[in-house]
């Protein structure tokens, strides 16, 4: 498997994740939901920035 077919694989991953579809959890109100979903738009940023592709066609994927 090729590594930009690694990296898609976990960008779906994540954007399948549904802590993704919830509103933004706030720290004060639900701190673990806030560092979850924290942690994975962080993780989507690095991957885009791997593939240099911008993030929105990154969110297309997953309408494919």
């Known amino acids: ?8 694989k976990r960008i779906n991953e994540i954007l399948a994740d549904e802590r993704m579809s919830y509103k933004t ?6 701190a673990p939901l806030a560092l979850i979903q924290y942690g994975m738009e962080t ?9 240099e592709v911008p993030l929105t066609n990154i969110k ?3 309408n494919e």
């Open 1 to 8: 498997m090729l590594k930009q077919e690694i990296i898609e």
């Open 25 to 30: 959890a706030a720290v004060f109100s639900n």
């Open 43 to 51: 993780e989507l940023h690095t991957l885009q920035k791997v593939l």
């Open 60 to 62: 297309k994927l997953r």
